[in-house]
């Protein structure tokens, strides 16, 4: 299988708990995104990491947020004291650093936050 | 600040050609126009993208303007799997990231 990963598909939780996604990118590839997305609105953008470094965390990421890449491979993204709010389509995408710089995207990661 | 201005949603017949406009009057020399398409359930998937020229492959042809300030993604022969949101995005060569609108809507009808 040559395309991004995520998981778990779906995952209800009650508000206050903790959630975690991972995602494992096309295995080629150095950068890495996550984006989050509710209904009927395109994804926006939460971070970007090249290789194993977070180079950018959009302001949407709130201090409940935390994502991380080890080793330059798969990441995680964890949500602490989930909100409602956090329900959402959280999608993970990933790319070559080249000129084209073409994302590949994951089915992502539905949230729901009762 | 949003950079693409597209229509909200539109239909169109199995079998023909679907032509979907994008408005990107404030482009500038360096900035590409990708296009994806998101169907229900599913991330985004590229389609295709271009600069200046018009490009064509196996899914489609981006046909953009001389000005640049707007371009056409044309599905030559949609049909009912091509039913999804299809966005068109403007962003800087060497930019990492996109940066997505809300996207046509398009329904593909038997």
């Known amino acids: 299988d040559t395309g991004v990963s995520q998981d778990p598909r779906h995952k209800i939780t009650k508000r206050g708990q903790n959630v975690t996604f991972r995602c494992d990118p096309i295995s080629e590839h150095n950068r890495l995104y996550w984006y989050r997305q509710t209904l009927g609105q395109g994804p926006e953008f939460l971070t970007y990491?090249?290789?194993?470094?977070?180079?950018?965390k959009s302001r949407l990421l709130s201090d409940r947020f935390s994502a991380e890449r080890p080793k330059g491979s798969f990441s995680t993204l964890e949500i602490q004291r989930t909100e409602q709010g956090d329900s959402a389509m959280y999608l993970c995408?990933?790319?070559?650093?080249?000129?084209?710089?073409?994302?590949?995207f994951g089915a992502g990661s539905r949230l729901t936050v009762l | 600040d949003a950079k693409t201005t597209q229509p909200p949603s539109m239909d169109c017949a199995e079998g023909r050609a679907a032509n979907l406009p994008c408005n990107h009057s404030?482009?500038?020399?360096?900035?590409?126009v990708y296009w994806y398409r998101q169907i229900h359930s599913q991330g985004p998937q590229y389609i295709i993208h271009?600069?200046?020229n018009n490009e064509t492959n196996e899914m489609a042809s981006l046909i953009i303007t001389e000005d640049r300030k707007s371009s056409t993604l044309i599905l030559p022969h949609a049909t009912l799997r091509d039913t999804a949101v299809y966005y068109c995005?403007?962003?800087?060569?060497?930019?990492?990231?996109?940066?997505f609108g809300a996207g046509t809507t398009v329904t593909v009808r038997a």
């Open positions: 995005i403007v962003r800087v060569r060497g930019d990492y990231k996109l940066s």
């Open positions: 990491f090249q290789n194993e470094a977070q180079l950018e």
């Open positions: 404030t482009i500038s020399g360096n900035e590409y």
């Open positions: 271009g600069l200046k």
């Open positions: 995408a990933s790319s070559l650093n080249t000129g084209a710089n073409v994302l590949t």
